[in-house]
């Protein structure tokens, strides 16, 4: 079964669907039952055809309801269909290892829509800083812990504790 159907199937089962576009080989996904995009800098300009800042709103370019790019120490960017941009800077830390940061700031994100605790731009804070704090240690999963450590002491902005343990918990 292609991913196409697999979102297909999940649209007429009344779902919402996100894709992370990564890694972006090949062909260009297609579009037509997804809700939410994510992708880096160079995925977004892959998918548009041109480089994604010449692009006032990526979402309404794309025809999804909302797109996330991350930009790495430059944080992430939220363009909704209704012509809403929300930019989102990532804290200042001392990276070590990139590996896992996509993949941490894509599960944060929807961590928090899917529990249906906050809105898109909240969890964009929360992932965006989560996945700075993960850039700080060496490797992928090895560096969840020290980056939950690490939220739990700077009571990463919206993050309650219980989120905290739901998050570090689905990485074990």
């Not at 079964?1 to 009344?14: F, K, P, S």
């Not at 977004?44 to 909302?66: C, F, I, M, S, Y």
């Not at 929300?86 to 001392?94: D, I, R, Y």
Request: with cysteine.
């Amino acid at each position: 079964m292609t991913a196409h159907r697999v979102a297909e199937l999940a649209r007429q089962a009344g779902c919402r669907v996100a894709l992370n576009a990564s890694p972006l080989s090949g062909s260009i996904p297609d579009l037509d039952y997804v809700d939410l995009v994510m992708v880096n800098e160079g995925e977004a300009g892959q998918l548009l055809g041109k480089a994604w800042h010449e692009e006032p709103n990526l979402a309404t370019a794309l025809g999804v309801d909302a797109v996330v790019m991350t930009r790495g120490s430059h944080g992430a960017i939220l363009d909704t269909a209704e012509g809403e941009r929300v930019t989102c800077a990532a804290p200042s830390v001392s990276a070590r290892d990139t590996t896992g940061c996509g993949d941490a700031f894509s599960g944060v994100l929807l961590t928090g829509l899917c529990a249906g605790t906050e809105n898109l731009a909240a969890s964009l804070r929360k992932a965006t800083h989560w996945a700075a704090y993960v850039a700080e240690f060496d490797g992928a999963a090895a560096s969840y812990q020290a980056a939950f450590d690490r939220a739990r002491k700077e009571q990463l902005p919206g993050i309650q504790t219980k989120e905290l343990e739901r998050v570090h918990n689905a990485t074990r």
